[in-house]
């Protein structure tokens, strides 16, 4: 997906890119790059492939969403900032946390968020159940691409979402029936199911927002060693 091709699939999402959101995302891009000779942060390093594969995915999240009408964000096991810094990137508007475990990420995305001069982004190092005990009901959206299978990533977003608000999933392709007892145990549903293909390549994408309905009891998320051992 070259630059072209790329404003004029966004625009399909109503997102009216500025010349100086198209000059952030290439020094994303360069940063990314350079910084990935150092550490591991992605696989997919030709340009045509990360504006498909990481920028343009990143924003399939608004096929779901008006985020022009949000505006608390947070993004759960960032890894090297996406969807998080891309949504940022295209809604200065909003209040962005990133959270991840591993704090050379962490060092790479400020350095990021200080290039490109972005302000009222945060970068948090800290495991995602331990941010969501200290951090409950605060955000309007939290987001998290891949991470893990849906029952495990509910336990550690849902307590973070402010009730009536939401949680969205960019995820491959997953049976959303394996996470029903998690959805019930937090006190959520599955409002949209929206499975398509990235253009292109034609990979399979699914984006499921879920709506948070009420409270969640403060034994959630537990630690880290008992989700795993015995996921919802």
Not at 148 to 163: C, D, G, I, R
Request: net charge positive.
């Amino acid at each position: 997906m070259d630059k072209e091709q790329f404003i004029n699939k966004i625009k399909e999402f109503n997102i009216d890119i500025t010349d100086n959101m198209l000059k952030q995302l290439e020094m994303y891009y360069e940063l990314l790059i350079k910084w990935n000779e150092k550490i591991n942060l992605t696989a997919i390093t030709e340009k045509k492939e990360v504006y498909l594969k990481h920028f343009y995915d990143s924003l399939t999240l608004c096929r779901v969403i008006d985020l022009s009408k949000e505006k608390t964000l947070c993004d759960i096991g960032t890894g090297a900032g996406f969807p998080g810094i891309v949504l940022k990137i295209c809604f200065p508007h909003l209040k962005v946390t990133l959270v991840d475990a591993l704090q050379k990420r962490i060092t790479f995305l400020e350095e990021v968020i200080s290039k490109l001069n972005l302000q009222n982004i945060e970068c948090i190092h800290i495991r995602a159940e331990e941010y969501a005990k200290e951090n409950r009901d605060i955000f309007d959206v939290v987001t998290a691409r891949a991470v893990a299978k849906l029952n495990v990533l509910l336990e550690y977003s849902l307590p973070l979402v402010k009730p009536g608000k939401y949680f969205i999933a960019l995820k491959g392709n997953e049976d959303i029936s394996l996470a029903k007892n998690a959805l019930k145990i937090l006190n959520s549903e599955v409002i949209k199911e929206d499975k398509f293909t990235l253009p292109i390549e034609n990979s399979n994408r699914t984006i499921i927002k879920i709506k948070r309905l009420g409270n969640i009891s403060l034994k959630y998320p537990r630690k880290n060693t008992e989700i795993k051992k015995k996921p919802l």
